[in-house]
């Protein structure tokens, strides 16, 4: 069974499309999150949600925007996508809290490409 | 903000032990001291958690000293298979962002 999954795996678009990827996580979980990993492997946290309602927005352009339609899911869309979108985007989930001692399960990341 | 440092990469050979070090000055009382390994294509994983002295599971110990300035990840009698990015996080439940900062981590290559 697969904690956390993301779909799709790849996703190559071009600019000024719109696209989302999708998360689930079948641990009973409070709290998911997304994360972006660019080209130079640095990881850093987009979005939390806990119990679907948004925690953390870290400086994120609103053309992404996150929606949890309930406690197992959180999907991320982004519009006009741009050159600087191209990244692996991670989802995860925690049992509790958010920023805190509270172990993180990771999905398998979505690459997306834009071209 | 408790910002963490960690060298950008480490080298080790086979059978030995490892040890990673994480600053983290500014650490706060309610701070706990979290560290995930990442492979390449993988999303990171959970090792090892403490708040203060030492703690061991079945794959590292972490060890932390009285001022928690600093604490240190061991991994015992290593393989190829640790290569890997390993990341240290501190932070406490509620503190947001700042207890989510993944940071550059630090790229651990093991040879034969």
């Known amino acids: 069974d697969t904690a956390v999954s993301q779909t799709p795996k790849y996703l190559v678009t071009q600019m000024g499309n719109d696209k989302s990827i999708k998360c689930e996580q079948n641990?009973?979980?409070?709290?998911m999150y997304w994360y972006k990993q660019d080209s130079k492997k640095f990881l850093k946290i987009m979005f939390s949600y806990n119990n679907k309602e948004l925690i953390i927005n870290e400086t994120v352009p609103n053309r992404f925007s996150p929606k949890s339609p309930d406690k197992a899911h959180l999907n991320l869309h982004i519009n006009s996508l741009e050159l600087g979108d191209s990244a692996v985007y991670f989802c995860a989930s925690s049992q509790g809290g958010y920023g805190g001692p509270y172990e993180q399960y990771f999905g398998p990341g979505t690459r997306l490409t834009v071209t | 903000l408790a910002k963490t440092t960690q060298p950008i990469s480490m080298d080790s050979y086979e059978g030995q032990e490892v040890n990673i070090t994480c600053s983290h000055n500014n650490i706060a009382t309610n701070d706990y001291i979290t560290w995930y390994q990442q492979f390449p294509s993988q999303g990171p994983r959970f090792i090892i958690q403490g708040y203060k002295t030492k703690v061991t599971n079945e794959v590292a110990s972490l060890f932390i000293p009285a001022d928690r300035k600093s604490s240190t990840l061991s991994l015992p009698r290593v393989s190829l298979s640790d290569t890997a990015v390993y990341y240290c996080?501190?932070?406490?439940?509620?503190?947001?962002?700042?207890?989510?900062?993944f940071g550059k981590g630090t790229h651990l290559i093991i040879q034969p």
């Open positions: 641990l009973g979980h409070d709290t």
């Open positions: 996080l501190v932070g406490d439940e509620g503190g947001g962002a700042d207890g989510l900062t």
